[in-house]
């Protein structure tokens, strides 16, 4: 079982940045898939980011250029620098960790952590 906790959301101006981080209990570079989801108010939930074991990166087109995601082995910890935020980003941001354990993929997720963008 792996868990994973969210933090460091808030309240952000558009236009600004912030750093949110998800921790996990587990060694995450023995975590295959590392990923950010979001889900807005009214909406469905969406695959924001994510970060493979090898390190490949990709995005969703409504945050490329904006978004980066990245991971500190040392602290077992996955970031999502958020920068030129927009009203739109706002939603609760979960962290999802996706693991191949023989031929069956698990899923984790951590609790969420709201970030709201003031225009």
């Known amino acids: 079982q792996v868990q994973l906790v969210e933090s460091g959301g808030g309240l952000v101006q558009a236009g600004g940045s912030l750093r949110i981080s998800c921790a996990a209990s587990e060694r995450i570079s023995s975590i295959n898939t590392m990923r950010w989801h979001r889900q807005g108010p009214g909406k469905t939930r969406e695959l924001v980011a994510t970060?493979?074991?090898?390190?490949?990166?990709g995005y969703a087109d409504s945050v490329k250029g904006r978004f980066t995601i990245s991971r500190d082995n040392a602290k077992n910890t996955v970031f999502l620098q958020m920068n030129s935020l927009k009203p739109e980003d706002t939603a609760v941001y979960y962290c999802?960790?996706?693991?191949?354990?023989?031929?069956?993929?698990?899923?984790?997720w951590g609790q969420g952590t709201q970030v709201s963008v003031s225009s």
């Open positions: 999802n960790a996706g693991i191949l354990r023989g031929s069956s993929w698990v899923q984790y």
């Open positions: 970060l493979s074991s090898d390190g490949s990166a």
